[in-house]
């Protein structure tokens, strides 16, 4: 059973950074895409950036030039380099990694909360 385990959340002030990572444990991490998704209170899921087992990023518009997703498949680990944070970013973030083949097998951590506020 793939586990993945989020940190790095926490509190920040507006204009500040955070960096979350996930762990994918019990995989073979160079198989799946992975990606952050975000939900706010009684707000949807949302993507914020995925990254392909290729290497390939894509973004939400609303952190473009402010995010980085990044992958060492050699740690099993995914990251959220988060900069020019906003209170509109105050979310509970979540990892989720996806198996590239067979895009119905998909896996999702537990989430870290992540709070902009003065």
């Known amino acids: 059973q793939v586990q993945l385990v989020e940190s790095g959340g926490g509190l920040v002030q507006p204009g500040g950074s955070l960096r979350l990572s996930c762990i994918v444990s019990r995989s073979s991490v160079r198989m799946y895409d992975l990606a952050w998704y975000r939900q706010a209170p009684g707000k949807q899921r949302e993507l914020v950036a995925s990254i392909t087992i290729g290497g390939t990023t894509n973004y939400a518009d609303f952190v473009k030039g402010r995010f980085t997703i990044s992958r060492d498949n050699a740690q099993e680990a995914v990251y959220l380099q988060m900069n020019s944070l906003k209170p509109e970013d105050t979310s509970v973030y979540f990892c989720?990694?996806?198996?590239?083949?067979?895009?119905?097998?998909?896996?999702w951590g537990q989430g870290t909360q992540v709070t902009v506020s003065s």
């Open positions: 989720n990694a996806r198996l590239n083949w067979q895009r119905s097998i998909q896996y």
